[in-house]
């Protein structure tokens, strides 16, 4: 009698313990709508939530209506990212802030399907080495298994080649542009930061202050895509596209230069917030 009861005891306690666990731990809740441009309902689409790269905090799938409700372990202030994905739909990212016992409401629209047909261009481009060698997106970014520190420490650890170029050009990155605009920074001798940030990246790669000051500040996980444009690209006709780094960052995040990447509100999110409903 006593061995038979001792495996739902020790069932019951582990629950118990788990129970207090998840109590102590502050939840906030976050309710999600997806739709594409034309505001038809995005049903059965994947969501995840994350902080930082690493940490999921809960997956569900949207309704036939596109809506999904989740709950999440709130620890800190940290911004989260909810990510949404379907076929046929092009993936979307979205940052957002919970408070503990607190409801955020994010909503995430794509372009509908038939307005989705110019990135397919693109993917046709992906078994080329060049293309494989110059850009890199969020997909990747999210799957590797490396520790990634900030955008410069990505470009070194999975695209080094950014850093140096292909045959033929006698250097790599020297200009950075990030979400369409041109960072451009005072000339001085590398500061002692920088030079440690140099370390793992090609020889010819250590000596350009741009680059390392610029993707420093930039937090991986706030990275749509990188594309890179060598010596000889001449897709533009624009001052410093050559041996250029373009940044694109994910909806609802900023650049400011000498402050870095951050996620703020837009007035989509302020909107909402205001239409709920007192509790």
């Not at 930082?52 to 809960?58: H, K, M």
């Not at 509908?112 to 970014?141: F, M």
């Not at 080649?161 to 000339?187: F, Y």
Request: proline share 6%.
């Amino acid at each position: 009698m006593h061995r038979s009861l001792h495996g739902p005891i020790i069932a019951a306690i582990t629950a118990v313990i788990a129970s207090a666990a998840n109590a102590q731990s502050p939840r906030g809740i976050v309710r999600i709508t997806a739709r594409d441009s034309t505001g038809t309902p995005i049903a059965s689409a994947e969501l995840t939530i994350r902080r930082g790269l690493e940490d999921v905090l809960a997956r569900g799938t949207t309704d036939s209506a596109g809506r999904a409700t989740l709950s999440v372990e709130v620890k800190d202030s940290a911004d989260m990212q909810a990510t949404m994905r379907k076929i046929g739909y092009a993936r979307a990212d979205r940052f957002f802030a919970a408070a503990p016992h607190d409801t955020a409401f994010v909503t995430i629209t794509v372009p509908a399907p038939g307005q989705a047909l110019a990135p397919v261009k693109v993917t046709a481009s992906r078994g080329d080495p060049r293309w494989n060698s110059y850009h890199l997106d969020a997909d990747e970014i999210e799957q590797t298994k490396l520790p990634l520190l900030d955008a410069w420490d990505m470009v070194k650890k999975l695209r080094p080649v950014m850093l140096t170029s292909r045959g033929g050009c006698d250097t790599g990155v020297q200009e950075v542009w990030v979400n369409g605009k041109r960072i451009r920074l005072p000339l001085r001798p590398i500061g002692l930061a920088a030079m440690r940030a140099n370390v793992g990246a090609p020889l010819r790669a250590r000596y350009s202050y741009i680059p390392v000051s610029v993707l420093s500040d930039i937090a991986p996980e706030h990275v749509q895509e990188l594309t890179y444009h060598d010596c000889f690209d001449t897709s533009m006709a624009a001052v410093g596209n050559n041996n250029a780094l373009f940044v694109v960052l994910k909806p609802g995040v900023v650049y400011v230069q000498d402050v870095g990447s951050f996620v703020v509100a837009t007035s989509a999110d302020t909107a909402l917030r205001q239409a709920r409903p007192p509790r």
